[in-house]
């Protein structure tokens, strides 16, 4: 099949659908992408690119179209709906242009909806199917994350989202809570199908190697690796390492990665008195996180009481269980669920932090051997629901059943 990729991000930009667009292109498809300029999680483009270069790059035989767009600079609400908006706007320029025949055309929504206005154009030119792989849920996820709250804007929003929803030919949403809502938007239920994000092959078991635990704090670590945000709720894990700090100094917590909230954390470790436990290591390449899992004795996974929260499936669990370390949860509701039924980790609820204080020390005090027989149960409960070549399968016989 010729299958063309409509996402706002992609590489060098490190989102799942990287892989997914390579297991595809290793199963024989012709698979094209077409993208904006590399800028996210950065004041500007990346290193080599600008607004107007670049326009067109192969990357593992991938060929892919890349649209102008005006970066998200500093993120905030007015630079990220300009982003949005130019992405949008230049991509769906690009896509009335874009050569050949394509098959399928499978839409990577991560945020934001709009990456669905020239995903739609190219299905009338070219007369293809639309997959539209929903990562996060619109509008409420503005509402939740982006704190818009006004209700011209959300139901205007909505309406969007909707229409985009209704001239897709399927609605593939990566966690199975998403339906209700997708469907009481007005999507035909038969159009909706449970798609969840698998990970790259390298995330998978390792032994800890002694580069990687020279590089990290003596104790029981905590390891939290992602974005550093206003979603993660990192007021509840620093109040909960300061409750912990007073029972127990060998418990150390470190965070790889970056984010707006970055300068907040590095305030209230120092208010906290944390410093002696609490460790920002910065941001990585993604080919070293298992590395540095096997060096944790258990990873972290937070996210904000919000309800649209509570009905996603946070991009990192995935790469947590296929890793067989045991996983400590700040979750309410379908991510929480997972780790309970896969008996993988410890759940308390969100923005608890006495609760989830209790949960560090129960972990604490577990065996070696408990600890390794929750983190088997990580990996065999990832094998059986998560694994790369299943979901890729999975994927070619969705998109063979609608020939």
Same mark, same amino acid.
């Given at each position: 099949?010729?299958?063309?990729?409509?996402?706002?991000?992609?590489?060098?930009?490190?989102?799942?659908?990287?892989?997914?667009?390579?297991?595809?292109?290793?199963?024989?498809?012709?698979?094209?992408?077409?993208?904006?300029?590399?800028?996210?999680?950065?004041?500007?483009?990346?290193?080599?690119?600008?607004?107007?270069?670049?326009?067109?790059?192969?990357?593992?035989?991938?060929?892919?179209? =890349?649209?102008?767009?005006?970066?998200?600079?500093?993120?905030?609400?007015?630079?990220?709906?300009?982003?949005? *908006?130019?992405?949008?706007?230049?991509?769906?320029?690009?896509?009335? @242009?874009? $050569?050949?025949?394509?098959?399928?055309?499978?839409? @990577?929504?991560?945020? $934001?909806?709009?990456?669905?206005? $020239?995903?739609?154009?190219?299905?009338?030119?070219?007369? +293809?199917?639309?997959?539209?792989?929903?990562?996060?849920?619109?509008? #409420?996820?503005?509402? +939740?994350?982006?704190?818009?709250?006004?209700?011209?804007? %959300?139901?205007?929003?909505?309406?969007?989202?909707?229409?985009?929803?209704?001239?897709?030919?399927?609605? *593939?949403?990566?966690?199975?809570?998403?339906?209700?809502?997708?469907?009481? #938007?007005?999507?035909?239920?038969?159009?909706?199908?449970?798609?969840?994000?698998?990970?790259?092959?390298?995330?998978?078991?390792?032994?800890?190697?002694?580069?990687?635990?020279?590089? /990290?704090?003596?104790?029981?670590?905590?390891? @939290?690796?992602?974005?550093?945000?206003?979603?993660?709720?990192?007021?509840?894990?620093?109040?909960? +390492?300061?409750?912990?700090?007073?029972?127990?100094?060998?418990?150390?917590?470190?965070?790889?990665?970056?984010?707006?909230?970055?300068?907040?954390?590095?305030?209230?470790?120092?208010?906290?008195?944390?410093?002696?436990?609490?460790?920002?290591?910065?941001?990585?390449?993604?080919?070293?996180?298992?590395?540095?899992?096997?060096?944790?004795?258990?990873?972290? %996974?937070?996210?904000?009481?919000?309800?649209?929260?509570?009905?996603?499936? $946070?991009?990192?669990?995935?790469?947590? /269980? +296929?890793?067989?370390?045991?996983? /400590?949860?700040?979750?309410?509701?379908?991510?929480? =669920?997972?780790?309970?039924?896969?008996?993988?980790?410890? %759940?308390?609820?969100?923005?608890?932090?006495?609760?989830?204080?209790?949960? %560090?020390?129960?972990?604490?005090?577990?065996?070696?051997?408990?600890?390794?027989?929750?983190? #088997?149960?990580?990996?065999?409960?990832?094998?059986?629901?998560?694994?790369?070549?299943?979901?890729?399968?999975?994927?070619?016989?969705?998109?063979?059943?609608?020939?």
């Amino acid at each position: 099949m010729r299958i063309l990729i409509v996402t706002q991000y992609f590489w060098p930009e490190t989102f799942r659908i990287n892989d997914l667009a390579l297991a595809l292109s290793e199963r024989g498809h012709i698979v094209e992408v077409l993208t904006g300029k590399p800028n996210y999680g950065k004041s500007g483009f990346y290193s080599n690119y600008s607004f107007f270069n670049k326009q067109s790059e192969t990357w593992n035989g991938i060929k892919i179209h =890349r649209s102008s767009l005006i970066p998200r600079g500093n993120a905030g609400k007015v630079r990220l709906i300009i982003n949005y *908006l130019s992405f949008a706007l230049f991509a769906s320029i690009k896509a009335f @242009f874009l $050569p050949g025949k394509v098959d399928r055309i499978f839409v @990577f929504e991560p945020s $934001p909806i709009t990456v669905g206005f $020239p995903a739609l154009l190219l299905k009338w030119k070219k007369k +293809a199917s639309i997959y539209f792989w929903v990562q996060d849920l619109w509008p #409420q996820s503005v509402t +939740a994350g982006g704190g818009i709250k006004n209700k011209i804007v %959300v139901n205007f929003l909505d309406k969007i989202t909707r229409w985009i929803y209704e001239r897709s030919d399927k609605i *593939l949403i990566q966690s199975e809570a998403f339906r209700e809502i997708i469907f009481n #938007q007005g999507v035909n239920p038969e159009k909706i199908i449970f798609y969840p994000n698998s990970v790259e092959a390298i995330f998978k078991k390792k032994k800890a190697h002694p580069e990687y635990i020279r590089m /990290l704090p003596e104790g029981f670590k905590i390891m @939290f690796a992602g974005n550093i945000g206003e979603a993660q709720d990192f007021e509840t894990i620093l109040a909960a +390492a300061a409750l912990v700090k007073g029972k127990n100094k060998a418990i150390k917590w470190v965070i790889l990665g970056n984010g707006r909230k970055r300068e907040f954390v590095e305030k209230r470790i120092v208010e906290l008195d944390l410093q002696e436990c609490f460790f920002l290591m910065g941001e990585f390449p993604v080919v070293q996180m298992p590395d540095f899992f096997a060096c944790a004795n258990c990873l972290l %996974v937070s996210l904000k009481k919000d309800y649209i929260f509570s009905l996603t499936i $946070p991009s990192k669990l995935q790469s947590y /269980l +296929a890793c067989g370390k045991p996983i /400590l949860a700040s979750l309410d509701g379908e991510g929480g =669920r997972i780790i309970k039924e896969a008996k993988a980790g410890l %759940v308390s609820e969100s923005e608890n932090p006495k609760l989830l204080a209790e949960k %560090v020390i129960e972990f604490y005090n577990l065996t070696t051997a408990e600890l390794d027989e929750i983190g #088997q149960n990580a990996r065999a409960y990832f094998e059986s629901n998560f694994e790369r070549e299943i979901l890729v399968d999975k994927l070619e016989d969705i998109f063979l059943k609608n020939e």
